[in-house]
Each structure stands twice: as C-alpha cells, then as structure tokens.
C-alpha cells in the first residue's frame, strides 16, 4: 500500500512518562495518547508509509500482522480526524 | 516585579531601587480601549492583547496596559481596601498576563530551597494546611499565587506573589492563630491577612513536589495516591488556574507548557480529604512523611 502518513506539526506535544499529551493550538483542546498511540507519534516524525509503521509495530509489540494492521487502520483514523496526523 | 506605585499598598514590600520600575500603579481617567483591539468583552471586563479593563460595582475600574501600567479610576466613597484587593487579584493578573507569564494558582512552602506546591479549589482545604505547616515551622512561600519565570531553562522556577497570608476567621480560630496581628481584607466580609514581610522570598525557586487536595464524599479517611502521566496534566489543569478571563487571550501555548513543565519536573499527588469534618492534623501527617520521603 502506497499510502504515507506524517504528523500535524501545530500541535505541541509534550511527553510525560510513557505518555504524551498535546495541545491543538487552533481549537485549544488537550489530547492525551496512550502507549502505543505514543509510538506512532514519534514515528511519524517524518513522513512514513503504512507498511513501515506496521513493520515498527510488529517487532515493537510481538503481534500478529493482521490484528496490527486491522487496530492500526482504526488508531490512524482516529488521529486523522482529531487532526493530530495526516494522510499524503 | 519592582513597581512604583502613587497608592500604597501596605500587602507588597516595600524596597528602594533607582532603574526603572518594572510597572506604574497610578490614579487617572480610563482610556477607552480601540474595538479592534479587544478580542473580548462582556458588561464587566474588555480583553485585547496588551488592554485590559475591569470595572467592579461601588469600587473602581482598573485598567491595565501593556503588562508596566495600571490606573485606577475609583468611585466616589469607594474603600480603599476594596481597591487594594480588586487590584491585586485582577489588574496584577492580568498586567503578568501582558508580560506573558502566567500566574499558578497555587500555595508554597520551602523546604531545602526547593517549593512543595499546593493546587486546589475553595474549601479544600489550602489555607489551613498552609496555616498549619508554618505553625510547625515549616517555611512560607506563597499564599495562593506563584509566577513561573518565563526564562527558558530545563528547570522551571517560580516567584512568591506577595507577603501576605489570607484566612477565613474559621481557619485562623481552628488553627488557633486568631490572636495574630491580621488585617481585614476588605470591609464586612469575615477574611483576614496576616503579613509575613520579614520572611518573604524574593528569588525564585525550583518546585519539586506538588500536592492537589482534593474534597470526597466517598471516603472517611484522608488518603494519599501519586499520579503521572495524562492524569497528572489532567488534575494539574483543573488546578491551576484561576480567573477564566486567561482563557479569552490565546494563551493556550504558555498554559500548556507551564502544566507539562510542572507534571514532568515535579512529583505529583493527590491527598483527598472527607468532606465536612476537619481532618487537618491528619492531612498534615501525611504530608510531613511525604516532604520526608521525597
């Protein structure tokens, strides 16, 4: 799949522990990530493809290829539509 | 801050310096602030970025500009008391707005040359566990306000406000401090401040402890639980601020960095406390071993 995605850098996201907590500085809410929402963030620092996070994913966590790809796609909309990420 | 001031207030310090104050406190008219500076407005307050004006009934309007001046319109047979303490909590709030930093709400003692930090809302009980850890002798910082430096360092530092105590008559007789030399803060209403001039911290200094207290229904005795992570933004944010007006500036960048600074550079915990009965000896016991431990 030839889809990229890389993360909204309006958004300030400040680490505490092995979470991450950010501000949309346009509409002022607060997001909070959890562990592995956390480690997509940091991955798409640059701009990364889907089988590449998926790849970082399956060694990370020791999971099947198919659950990972199946609760990625659900974590990816998810940012995509709080703006936290975009897809190119 | 250094300020000069052609009304004096008996609540801050009072020094000598010769460069330039910092900010003017004066008498004058108001000017009307330009509408499109003002990015807020309601019947009692105008927000714009450097403009800031508070009108409050029977005692004066405050205007505040460019975080160095304040004048002061008062009313006719205003209390000058009243001015005073309007003056403080709104005009100055918003003067460091201007200066871009934002004041935490929040209560400090010393220990080590470090600050233990106290959140909390009304009636949870800051006040009384201030006023009972500087009976024990503990080392006073800051009532309810401090200021973080606006420095850019990797360790946050925050300013006391000023040297003044406030208690409700109940806390100062249940902590036994009633016969104390207080002021009434403002005229018909049952508060009382209490100078600690002598003992006032000028510099800033490092947080490393940070204590929210909090009122339950759901327990009979105070417990202690440490919290990290989101859920120590989350509390923190509840916390630290105190007049909305902050939030109709766009200042969310500055309150979002001072919260994250605060939860990652310090260790935070929540004490709860029983509502309706005094459980302060036992609040304090718990906070002692905490100061101890950490």
Known sequence: MNEYFVRNREVLASKLGDEVVMLDVDSGFYFGLNEVATDIWFFLEQKKSFDELIQMLIVKYDVGRELCEKETRELLHQLIEKKLIYKI | ?294
């Open chain 2, 1 to 294: 801050m250094k300020v000069s001031s052609e009304f004096f207030f008996p609540e801050l310090c009072p020094i000598n310096f010769t460069e330039q104050p910092e900010l003017l406190i004066r008498f004058g008219n108001i000017p009307v602030i330009p509408k499109e500076l003002i990015s807020f407005s309601n019947d009692f307050y105008d927000i714009g970025q450097n403009d800031f004006r508070i009108t409050v009934e029977g005692v004066a309007t405050f205007y505040a500009k460019n975080g160095n001046e304040i004048i002061i319109a008062p009313e006719d047979s205003c209390d000058y008391d009243d001015v005073r303490i309007f003056c403080l909590s709104n005009a100055f709030a918003a003067i460091l707005q201007q200066q871009k930093k934002i004041p935490l709400h929040c209560a400090a003692i010393m220990k080590n040359e470090r600050l233990v930090l106290f959140f909390g809302n009304s009636g949870a009980g800051k006040s009384s566990t201030l006023g009972s850890l500087i009976l024990k002798g503990y080392t006073v910082f800051s009532d309810d306000v401090c200021v973080p430096d606006n420095i850019l360092t990797d360790e946050m530092k925050l300013y006391s406000s000023y040297p003044m105590l406030k208690f409700w008559r109940n806390t100062l007789e249940n902590l036994g401090m009633e016969k104390m030399t207080k002021r009434r803060i403002r005229p018909g209403i049952e508060k009382f401040g209490i100078y600690f001039h002598e003992k006032f911290i000028t510099e800033p200094k490092i947080p490393y402890l940070t204590i929210i207290l909090e009122e339950s229904t759901d327990i009979i005795i105070p417990d202690i639980q440490k919290i990290e992570g989101i859920l120590a933004f989350q509390k923190l944010e509840e916390h630290a601020y105190r007049n909305e007006y902050l939030l109709h500036s766009g200042l969310s960048k500055e309150h979002f960095n001072s919260i994250t600074k605060l939860a990652s550079q310090t260790k935070l915990y929540v004490i709860r406390r029983p509502k309706d009965r005094n459980s302060i000896q036992e609040i304090v016991n718990l906070i002692e071993k905490l100061i101890d431990s950490e």
